[in-house]
């Protein structure tokens, strides 16, 4: 076990749908070969990455906040997942600061050329063509200044994977719904945790305060708030309720009871208040 100041390992994230995870296999091995097991590799679908009895959600959003590297798989399927995008747009901000690389790997049935915003502003790769998919990799350890490329075969690659046609869509991406094209389109999760503040939680506890009103969207009379019902009220990409809400809340004084598809808020009261005000006044 690593002692105290060992470095850490770089994490690739490989942003996909459910539907893809053959592929991403393919390309998740690739890179275990290439780095000997000296980078972490996340893809959540793939097997034994995300461990028994672990919150898939928080672990996804651990890894892609650790990510220095995101390969996006870009298939007929994720072009039009919204999670795909919302982990895009997560990354987004971070990459444009210098701090890693977002790499559209397009599998050989989409044509590259023809990517919608803001993938088609990034320099994408085929899977189709072997130097394409070795600048894949090469990418990767100019990016972490390691790893060997000797060793790698297109041909090898090329024979793993699957016929896209010969694949059957997961029923997660078909309750997934269509593209998100919304008024927060490619914002990353800091910037919607301010729009969850400023448009949902500051005026609900603006109206908490008022002891003399109760009103439907006031988050913190106890209500039973429903995710998706929340991200079509307030025109947020799909997911984001469930994946930002409780986050975006935690710098007012309530407690949170959240289940799969909803949560409810209760202001803290006595000891519970006074412990809050201590850390946070």
């Known amino acids: 076990m690593p002692g105290p100041g060992a470095p850490t390992k770089p994490t690739v994230f490989l942003s996909h749908a459910v539907t893809d995870e053959p592929i991403a296999k393919v390309i998740h091995d690739e890179i275990r070969r290439i780095f000997a097991d000296g980078v972490n590799v996340f893809a959540?679908?793939?097997?034994?990455?995300v461990k028994p009895g672990k919150d898939w959600l928080k672990e996804i959003r651990v890894n892609l906040d650790a990510a220095t590297a995101?390969?996006?798989?870009v298939s007929p399927v994720s072009l039009n997942r919204p999670w795909v995008w919302f982990e895009?747009?997560?990354?987004?901000?971070?990459?444009?600061?210098?701090?890693?690389?977002?790499?559209?790997?397009?599998?050989?049935e989409v044509d590259k050329g023809s990517l919608p915003e803001p993938l088609g502003r990034l320099q994408a790769m085929s899977l189709a063509k072997a130097g394409e998919t070795k600048a894949v990799f090469q990418a990767l350890i100019d990016q972490f200044d390691f790893g060997r490329i000797k060793?790698?075969?297109?041909?090898?690659?090329?024979a793993k994977l699957p016929k896209y046609e010969d694949l059957t869509v997961s029923d997660?991406?078909?309750?997934?719904?269509?593209?998100?094209?919304?008024?927060?389109?490619?914002?990353?999760?800091?910037?919607?945790?301010?729009?969850?503040?400023?448009?949902?939680?500051?005026?609900?506890w603006n109206l908490h305060k008022d002891r003399f009103t109760r009103d439907p969207k006031n988050l913190f009379e106890d209500w039973l708030l429903h995710f998706r019902q929340l991200d079509t009220d307030y025109g947020l990409p799909p997911g984001t309720a469930k994946a930002l809400l409780e986050e975006a809340a935690?710098?007012?004084p309530v407690k949170a009871w959240k289940t799969e598809n909803t949560i409810r808020f209760s202001e803290l009261d006595g000891k519970e208040r006074?412990?809050?005000?201590?850390k946070n006044l």
């Open 44 to 49: 959540s679908s793939v097997p034994g990455i």
């Open 70 to 73: 995101v390969i996006v798989i």
């Open 88 to 108: 895009v747009g997560a990354s987004w901000s971070r990459m444009e600061d210098g701090e890693g690389v977002i790499i559209p790997v397009c599998v050989p």
């Open 151 to 158: 060793g790698f075969r297109h041909a090898t690659i090329k």
């Open 172 to 204: 997660a991406d078909l309750k997934s719904g269509t593209l998100y094209t919304g008024p927060y389109e490619g914002y990353s999760a800091i910037e919607l945790v301010e729009v969850i503040d400023n448009e949902i939680l500051r005026p609900a």
């Open 250 to 252: 935690s710098i007012y």
């Open 274 to 278: 006074e412990k809050w005000d201590k």
